[in-house]
């Protein structure tokens, strides 16, 4: 599993890569944490999420959008994955995180580039993030 930044004038590539689509999604978590990660304070906490998507790549985009909502909104910081299926075009995720106050610096997941794809064994993504 794999991610990396690109600089982009007022938004930030993203590029996964990821042995499974579980793993892509759960890679997209750990990107996530490493740009808005804060100052991360209190007990550990667990958040469940469940989504649905009409493609895959606007899945990967919304749920790297509802765990920028739940930094912005609540200062819970998703630090890492407990569980993650995939059925179909359904995400359902269970994460743990902590509070904090992390920096305002995702403003949306935007479409623009919006990927993601499997070669072979590998899956790959490619998000831009609006800050």
């Known amino acids: 599993m794999a991610h ?3 600089e982009h004038t007022g938004e930030t590539e993203l590029e996964l890569e990821g042995s499974s689509e ?20 209190g007990e550990p906490e667990q958040r469940r999420l469940e989504l649905v998507a009409t493609d895959r790549a606007l ?13 912005e909104l609540e200062q819970f910081v998703a630090e890492r ?21 992390p920096p305002h610096l995702v403003k949306a997941v935007t479409l ?3 990927d993601v794809r499997q070669e072979g064994d590998t899956w790959f993504g490619h998000v831009v993030l609006d800050v």
Do not use: P
């Open 4 to 6: 990396r930044f690109l």
């Open 81 to 101: 994955v407990v569980t993650l299926t995939l059925d179909g075009l359904r995400l359902g995720a269970t994460v743990e995180g902590r509070r904090g106050k």
């Open 112 to 114: 623009n580039g919006l």
């Open 59 to 71: 899945l990967l985009a919304d749920w790297l959008g509802e765990l920028a909502l739940l930094a």
């Open 22 to 41: 579980a793993a892509l999604f759960a890679e997209a978590l750990v990107a996530l944490h490493e740009l808005i990660g804060g100052e991360e304070a």
